[in-house]
């Protein structure tokens, strides 16, 4: 017998988004030693964690050195203590979910793979693009065919649902990775009602849903009419409490959720209880610390700074009168290359003439080409020069 390797790997393209970017700005430095870059690129949090969650961490550090309050294996889908609180965040929005429907994970991304193990190789995923490249390629690593969903800005990037792309799995990121833009209510419920109507299954990506301010937007799928027949949402604390290096996230799927006679819930639970032993209890006394009115407080002020950024990018591209979605509402603005540039050439530009780094849309997908995305998670400092140079170089 040999052993027959995953070959759909090899269907996967190379990841050449930020290793491209990585090439090209280390070939910039060696031509000009010692030059200051802007980065406009990360999509990784800067500011350091919250009081409220440091106290809690160090609280729980200390139970681990005390007889009477060690913990060693913790709950397969999470502890009480941190479902509980995070069920009482979703009752403020006036979501009601009971704890068992709610599972804490190590992040969105561990997630976003594993969760397709509750389907079937021969379903049909649904990419809205352009997209967080994961979607897609977790689905190849699976064998699964995709549908690719293009979306442009004639349609503000938030597109309907397409009766002619039928798919068994619907992605929607909102607010979105790339293009920082968020469905309304109305819009979400057409695709909640495509869904039920296919017996399609909504993969809800809420790793953002903390930047939304405008007043009346969901936060959640489930704030939407119908959405507990037809989908699971998945969210992270990764940048809504910067956890990107600490690790935590948790996945919602409700008990009502079934297809083919089998309850997704259920299975879940069996696959959490098989394939995990829980995340670090530290880890999860932090991330309960969030779900308090300080923890609330304190990541809403680091939030803030990180939209102070987003506001001087989107004085500085409404003076140039360039066309752009996201900064209000996510921390990513997503603008229309200037002078019909293709994404790697205003990629080019920006850091050859201004050593400004972002990111092109044309590896968020194919339609992103012609569009850029700016992060706004960079020091206030950098973007603040970074935008002027901008408006010097555009005006
Ligand atoms: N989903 C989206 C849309 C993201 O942009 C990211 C990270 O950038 C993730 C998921 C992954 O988040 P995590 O750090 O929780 O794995």
């Known amino acids: 017998m040999m052993m027959i390797p995953n070959r759909h790997y090899a269907e996967l393209k190379d990841s050449y988004l930020f290793y491209h970017i990585a090439q090209k700005t280390k070939a910039y430095l060696s031509e000009h ?62 979501v009601q979910l009971s704890a068992d429907e709610i599972f804490v994970s190590s992040g969105a991304s561990d997630e976003l793979g594993d969760i397709l193990d509750l389907f079937d190789r021969s379903n049909a995923a649904m990419i809205i693009e352009p997209a967080y490249p994961a979607y897609v390629d977790a689905n190849i690593m699976a064998g699964r065919k995709i549908v690719h969903l293009p979306s442009d800005c004639s349609n503000g990037f938030l597109p309907e649902p397409d009766p002619s792309s039928e798919a068994d799995l619907l992605y929607i990121c909102s607010p979105n990775n790339p293009t920082g833009a968020v469905f309304d209510r109305a819009q979400l419920q057409k695709w909640v009602d ?67 006679g089998m309850n997704m819930n259920d299975m879940w639970v069996r696959n959490r209880t098989t394939k995990t032993n829980g995340v670090s209890y530290i880890i999860q006394k932090g991330g309960a610390a969030v779900f308090t009115p300080e923890g609330q407080r304190e990541i809403h002020q680091n939030i803030q700074l990180y939209k102070q950024n987003a506001k001087m990018l989107m004085q500085t591209l409404d003076a140039l009168n360039v066309w752009y979605c996201g ?25 050859n003439r201004i050593q400004v780094i972002g990111t092109p849309g044309e590896g968020f997908g194919a339609c992103g080409e012609g569009y850029f995305r700016f992060s706004t998670f960079g020091s206030p400092e950098d973007t603040k020069e970074a935008a002027k140079r901008l408006y010097e170089l555009l005006k």
């Open 327 to 351: 900064g209000k509402n996510a921390p990513y603005i997503w603008m229309k290359c200037p002078d019909g540039l293709g994404s790697w050439d205003f990629f080019d530009l920006l850091l």
């Open 194 to 260: 495509y869904a039920n109507a296919h017996g399609s299954i909504i993969l809800f990506d809420a790793a953002y849903e903390a930047f939304i301010e405008q007043p009346g937007l969901p936060h959640s799928i489930f704030e939407i009419e119908g959405a507990k027949t037809c989908a699971i949402e998945i969210c992270s604390l990764s940048k809504t409490a910067g956890f990107t290096g600490t690790r935590l996230g948790y996945t919602v799927i409700p008990k009502k959720l079934a297809r083919g």
């Open 33 to 94: 030693p010692g030059a200051k870059l802007y980065r406009l690129g990360i999509g990784d949090v800067t500011l350091p964690l919250c009081n409220a969650v440091i106290k809690a961490l160090h609280q729980a550090v200390d139970d681990q050195a005390s007889q009477e309050r060690f913990h060693g294996y913790m709950p397969e889908c999470g502890a009480d203590f941190l479902r509980e609180a995070i069920a009482g965040y979703y009752a403020q929005r006036n």
